[in-house]
């Protein structure tokens, strides 16, 4: 799918609604995701840590939110972050992301009109592969 077919305001719009709800005592950081499914409905999440530095990043909880409700096919991911410039998904996430769909959409906002879109296997050009091989490339999940 071409970016120009993303429907990006909405999605934007998702992620900074999703912001306000993030949890973050330590480190201060706020970060809003929201994950657009190839079937439409849209998954936010955001980013929730502990007083004792344990915590799950935005992008992971709105991934698992669509996984944990079935849906498998991504078109794109929007980001927005408290620092009010682009932020792109730590490592972690860009494995997840990629392992579940290789060619998402990452649309980095931010937050003052200026929107950047990657590629997740831009993002993350060596992926860590077992044993050589795409884990969910072949398989239905």
Not at 96 to 107: A, D, R
Request: net charge negative.
């Amino acid at each position: 799918m071409s970016e120009n077919f993303l429907d990006i305001p909405p999605l934007i719009k998702a992620a900074e609604a999703a912001f306000q709800h993030a949890v973050a005592p330590s480190s201060g950081f706020r970060v809003g995701a929201a994950l657009q499914t190839q079937e439409g409905p849209l998954f936010t999440g955001c980013n929730i840590e502990s007083p004792v530095y344990l915590g799950i990043c935005a992008e992971r909880v709105a991934l698992f939110k669509a996984l944990s409700e079935g849906y498998r096919k991504f078109l794109a991911l929007a980001i927005v972050c408290e620092e009010g410039v682009p932020c792109p998904p730590c490592g972690t996430c860009r494995q997840l992301l990629w392992e579940f769909s290789p060619g998402l959409h990452i649309v980095l906002d931010n937050k003052f009109g200026e929107t950047q879109i990657r590629i997740i296997e831009h993002l993350l050009p060596d992926v860590f592969e077992r044993g050589g091989r795409k884990p969910f490339k072949n398989k239905e999940l």
